[in-house]
């Protein structure tokens, strides 16, 4: 789908004429109030400061979220206090791929993912029912996996399935597991294809989202790397490595750097939008590294609720990571990527680069 399709051609104009994109992106929002110590709402209410507070050409887009809209199983009922109500004041479009909670079913007679769909893979935007008589409109994606195209980047999201403590899927895995189809990664193959003709047109900048990291935590790599060798199979035959890799599931902020074929390839996980944050042996500390020759490596960690702001412009990108917390704050970890000699240059923190 097209940008320009949901706020307007005179929009995306004028954002072409800056010369720059801005946009947010976090998953694990939903929150229960009344079972769960909630942040969602400070998240919430400190992106749409930076959205009310920004010069015309720093403004955000959009929102893209990376999934477990709603928790425990993505109830319709969930939808107006986990969703609706902590954005009712975000004056942007929100675009989202599914989380394994929005997924879940938990008894026969339940259909996985109905109130995703009905809320965020609408035929029409309408004033959503479970909104609550709040304004914004129901999202008109066409699946719960497709493609953003918007100036200076396109955003290729995908649906990882309903694990929970194991890895996400998008493919049968070559049979093992045959109630996935492969229709997903032949999606991310023929997008990679289209996308790289783009790139050597453009410049734009391609990044994949996902609920469920290839890999996060101390150890860097989960026990099954099934899902990072179907990606990284999947990037091959595309002939195209994406620009970086967003993803949640896990309840804090990470970014990891890999080397594949010359380049430097930046992970994020960002699932600290509300829920509660995942436990740690660790304190927090944002400047964890690895030792060096780790691969992939462990260039940040912070246990801490916030959200990642992206900026895209001709040849470069930039991913920032705010915190709610004082002792972090604003712009706490961020890097520049050059799009056209992947590199990557950490940016100073407090401070936003491009």
């Not at 200076?152 to 493919?171: A, E, M, T």
């Not at 229709?183 to 989202?209: H, W």
């Not at 509660?276 to 927090?284: E, I």
């Not at 972090?328 to 992947?342: F, M, Q, R």
């Amino acid at each position: 789908m097209k940008l320009e399709d949901i706020i307007g051609i005179d929009a995306v104009n004028q954002i072409t004429n800056s010369g720059k994109i801005v946009f947010h992106s976090v998953g694990d929002t939903g929150a229960d109030k009344q079972n769960r110590v909630v942040d969602e709402n400070d998240v919430a209410a400190m992106m749409v400061k930076d959205l009310n507070n920004a010069t015309q050409d720093e403004c955000a887009a959009f929102f893209f979220h990376l999934g477990d809209v709603v928790y425990e199983f993505g109830e319709a009922s969930g939808y107006y206090p986990q969703f609706y109500e902590p954005y009712c004041m975000y004056n942007a479009p929100i675009f989202a791929i599914p989380g394994n909670h929005d997924g879940m079913i938990y008894q026969a007679g339940m259909v996985s993912l109905q109130a995703f769909l009905a809320n965020f893979c609408a035929p029409a935007p309408v004033t959503a029912p479970n909104a609550g008589g709040l304004l914004r409109t129901t999202m008109t994606q066409p699946g719960v996996y497709f493609t953003l195209d918007a100036p200076f980047v396109s955003i290729i999201g995908l649906y990882s399935n309903v694990s929970d403590k194991g890895p996400g899927v998008i493919s049968s895995q070559g049979g093992k597991t045959p109630i996935v189809t492969d229709d997903q990664k032949n999606f991310l193959i023929s997008e990679l294809k289209r996308l790289k003709q783009l790139k050597a047109t453009s410049g734009t900048a391609v990044i994949l989202a996902l609920h469920h990291p290839p890999f996060y935590g101390d150890n860097m790599l989960t026990a099954d790397k099934a899902l990072m060798n179907d990606l990284d199979d999947a990037f091959t035959q595309g002939g195209l490595w994406p620009d970086a890799i967003l993803s949640g599931h896990a309840h804090l902020y990470e970014r990891f750097s890999r080397t594949v074929n010359g380049i430097e390839l930046p992970y994020f996980v960002a699932g600290c939008g509300g829920y509660n944050l995942s436990p740690t042996a660790k304190p927090s500390n944002p400047d964890q590294l690895v030792p060096p020759g780790s691969d992939p490596a462990l260039q940040a960690y912070i246990d801490t609720f916030g959200y990642l702001k992206i900026k895209a412009v001709k040849g470069k990108l930039a991913i920032i990571f705010n915190s709610i917390d004082p002792a972090y704050g604003p712009a706490i970890d961020s890097i520049v990527i050059d799009l056209e000699t992947h590199t990557v240059t950490p940016g100073k923190k407090g401070v936003e680069p491009l």
